[in-house]
Nanobody, 133 residues
Framework: QVQVVESGGGLVQPGGSLTLSCAAS????????IAWFRQAPGPGREGVAC????????YYDDSVKGRFAISRDNAENTVTLQMNSLKPEDAGVYYC??????????????????????????WGQGTQVAVSS
């Protein structure tokens, strides 16, 4: 059974750091693209970062470039989102999502595929991130 479970959320002061983890089970990361989405109060989930299963390429929303880093540990079957220099607008529920690719994302296709929630097949329950002084 394919499953992803998030952990690591919490309350942090502006400028602080948090590390989120996505534990995958029922599949191996080499064959799945993994993304982190954020949902602030209100409708819609925003793509934050993605790591491509085929070659490990990474993509980020412009709002987090240079501050967040997504990585994976194939041995542990875990994807990590390191979040630094956190801002109040980074707050929300963070979801891990997986997509079993048939054709690997390329730089051209990733541009429109990775940020779309509809690309992903399996979602975790989310972990809350609060950024406040």
């Amino acid at each position: 059974q394919v499953q992803v479970v998030e952990s690591g959320g919490g309350l942090v002061q502006p400028g602080g750091s948090l590390t989120l983890s996505c534990a995958a089970s029922g599949f191996t990361l080499d064959y799945y693209d993994i993304a982190w989405f954020r949902q602030a109060p209100g409708p819609g989930r925003e793509g934050v970062a993605c790591i491509v299963g085929y070659d490990g390429s990474t993509y980020y929303d412009d709002s987090v470039k240079g501050r967040f880093a997504i990585s994976r540990d194939n041995a542990e079957n875990t994807v990590t989102l390191q979040m630094n220099s956190l801002k109040p607008e980074d707050a929300g529920v963070y979801y891990c999502a997986s997509h079993e690719y048939v054709i690997p994302m390329t730089e051209a296709t990733a541009a429109y595929m990775w940020p779309q929630a509809s690309t992903y097949d399996y979602w975790g329950q989310g972990t809350q991130v609060a950024v406040s002084s």
